[in-house]
């Protein structure tokens, strides 16, 4: 079984505006980075299809994806909430593109075609919420996957790990105390989205660090609060939120953490799948807006999946 790399061509027309940092240079970077590395000749490729409105409405209310399809312009922009959020002729299109990579990852891990599966897509998705689109996001790309594992295969037990600088305020939204999902993160505080410290769920294992915290504080978190806990949860599939913006070189963020710490976190949570749930790990991209240490950390992420 190998690593299974998933993408799609439609994920580099979605765009926002000229000067925006979540463009499709990010995946030219990764994809740039692959070959490069030598590392693309190990992973199987395959084209995400597009999630259904069914997918969609097991996180979303349907009147809100109602809404990204019919306020997606045929030319032009539609700005969501700013200017930072919006939408372009390719964009409904490409998050279904997005959203159904996890749908054709849980499929091909639970029928063991592959052993496991980074997603390479855009937009993001953790920071969209059951009914509003923030931080880039429009459907939210992990709880779809995770989701549609618990109504297809059965699944009761579903860890989410979001390593983004950025909380997970959306996937925490769909989940808090939810009876099959746990989620796991660490996330600079203060910072946007400003949720993840209060009124928070039991299901949810927050981490909230100051700005320039590195692996020090990464490595405490993951040993003391996250390990324990996922051990005793013992769960039937990890689902990672990938976001490599606490890279030190990504002015999005005040994180200090760099390849090897990704690495690092990386190994932990395979150890964990390998240990419960036959190494069935999906990961999606999420935040890195520095290209460069994003390629760069991307490929490690997912050199270490392969077990290269």
Same mark, same amino acid.
């Given at each position: 079984?190998?690593?299974?790399?998933?993408?799609?061509?439609?994920?580099?027309?979605?765009?926002?505006?000229?000067?925006?940092?979540?463009?499709? /240079?990010?995946?030219?970077?990764?994809?740039?980075?692959?070959?490069?590395?030598?590392?693309?000749?190990?992973? =199987?490729?395959?084209?995400? &299809?597009?999630?259904?409105?069914?997918?969609?409405?097991?996180?979303?209310?349907?009147?809100?994806?109602?809404?990204?399809?019919?306020?997606?312009? $045929?030319?032009?922009?539609?700005?969501?909430?700013?200017?930072?959020?919006?939408?372009?002729?390719?964009?409904?299109?490409? %998050?279904?593109?997005?959203?159904?990579?996890?749908?054709?990852?849980?499929?091909?891990?639970?029928? /063991?075609?592959? /052993?496991?599966?980074?997603?390479?897509?855009?937009?993001?998705?953790?920071?969209?919420?059951?009914?509003?689109?923030?931080?880039?996001?429009?459907? #939210? #790309?992990?709880?779809?996957?995770?989701?549609?594992?618990?109504?297809?295969?059965?699944?009761?037990?579903?860890?989410?790990?979001?390593?983004?600088?950025?909380?997970? #305020?959306? =996937?925490?939204?769909?989940?808090?105390?939810?009876?099959?999902?746990?989620?796991?993160?660490?996330?600079?505080? &203060?910072?946007? &989205?400003?949720?993840?410290? $209060?009124?928070? %769920?039991?299901?949810?294992?927050? %981490?909230?660090?100051?700005?320039?915290?590195?692996?020090?504080?990464?490595?405490?978190?993951?040993?003391?609060?996250?390990?324990?806990?996922?051990? $005793?949860?013992?769960?039937?599939?990890?689902?990672?939120?990938?976001?490599?913006?606490?890279?030190?070189?990504?002015?999005?963020?005040?994180?200090?953490?760099?390849?090897?710490?990704?690495?690092?976190?990386?190994?932990?949570?395979?150890?964990?799948?390998?240990?419960?749930? $036959?190494?069935?790990?999906?990961?999606?991209?999420?935040?890195?807006?520095?290209?460069?240490?994003?390629?760069?950390?991307?490929?490690?992420?997912?050199?270490?999946?392969?077990?290269?």
């Amino acid at each position: 079984m190998d690593t299974l790399f998933i993408t799609h061509p439609t994920c580099r027309l979605h765009m926002m505006h000229r000067w925006h940092p979540e463009s499709p /240079k990010r995946i030219d970077t990764i994809n740039d980075r692959l070959l490069a590395s030598g590392l693309s000749s190990y992973l =199987t490729h395959m084209d995400a &299809p597009k999630a259904s409105v069914v997918d969609l409405s097991r996180v979303h209310h349907v009147s809100y994806i109602d809404f990204i399809r019919e306020n997606t312009p $045929e030319e032009g922009y539609f700005n969501i909430d700013t200017e930072e959020t919006c939408l372009n002729p390719h964009t409904y299109t490409a %998050a279904l593109h997005a959203a159904g990579s996890g749908i054709l990852a849980v499929d091909q891990l639970m029928s /063991k075609q592959s /052993k496991n599966a980074f997603c390479c897509v855009r937009p993001p998705g953790h920071h969209a919420e059951p009914n509003r689109s923030t931080g880039f996001c429009f459907f #939210n #790309n992990a709880a779809v996957a995770a989701a549609y594992a618990i109504e297809k295969y059965g699944l009761r037990r579903i860890a989410i790990i979001d390593f983004d600088v950025h909380h997970g #305020n959306g =996937t925490e939204r769909i989940f808090e105390n939810h009876p099959y999902v746990r989620m796991y993160s660490f996330f600079q505080h &203060p910072l946007f &989205p400003h949720s993840g410290t $209060e009124n928070v %769920a039991p299901n949810m294992i927050n %981490a909230p660090l100051p700005a320039y915290s590195g692996f020090a504080e990464v490595e405490k978190v993951v040993n003391e609060q996250w390990l324990p806990n996922m051990r $005793e949860y013992q769960p039937e599939m990890v689902i990672i939120c990938a976001g490599f913006d606490a890279h030190r070189e990504d002015e999005m963020g005040q994180m200090t953490l760099v390849e090897k710490d990704f690495v690092w976190l990386t190994e932990q949570l395979m150890a964990v799948a390998d240990e419960y749930c $036959e190494g069935r790990v999906i990961s999606f991209l999420e935040g890195g807006y520095d290209l460069s240490s994003l390629g760069r950390s991307a490929v490690e992420h997912i050199k270490t999946l392969a077990g290269l």
